[in-house]
């Protein structure tokens, strides 16, 4: 009996692996035609001033996609900041939609959450 359910859960196991091959090779097929927002020469470039040496492009494009989402999901944030702050101040335009200014002021705290520091230079302060 126990023999029959560990063949089975082996059985399991390989369907699973299999699975997630093909979701790794549709991924990856994905990755190559997607032209993420930073391109890859500047990823390269700053990977490079690193010491990292990539020789496969996918990996060069995958750490692109992530820098991307990073900057997006810091200036989103930012821009839930700049709503708040703005939420308590009277608003001027009626009907009209409102268009936000990305401020260090927004830029921050949201910088702050990701264990960012900014410091303002002595003269602006």
């Known amino acids: 009996m126990a023999a029959n359910s560990d063949t089975k859960e082996s059985g399991a196991n390989r369907v699973d692996e299999q699975a997630q091959e ?10 190559e ?20 040496e990539a020789t496969d492009p996918r990996i060069v494009r995958l750490i692109s996609l992530a820098a991307q989402k990073f900057v997006s999901d810091i200036a989103n944030d930012a821009l839930q900041h700049c709503k708040m702050r703005a939420a308590g101040q009277p608003s001027k335009q009626k009907g009209k939609e409102k268009r936000y200014t990305l401020t260090m002021e927004d830029l921050t705290p949201s910088l702050t959450e990701y264990g960012i520091t900014v410091k303002k230079p002595p003269y602006f302060t």
């Open 22 to 31: 093909v979701e790794l090779s549709d991924f990856l097929g994905q990755l």
């Open 33 to 52: 035609e997607y032209t993420p927002t930073i391109p890859d020469a500047v990823t390269g470039y700053y990977l490079n001033r690193a010491g990292f």
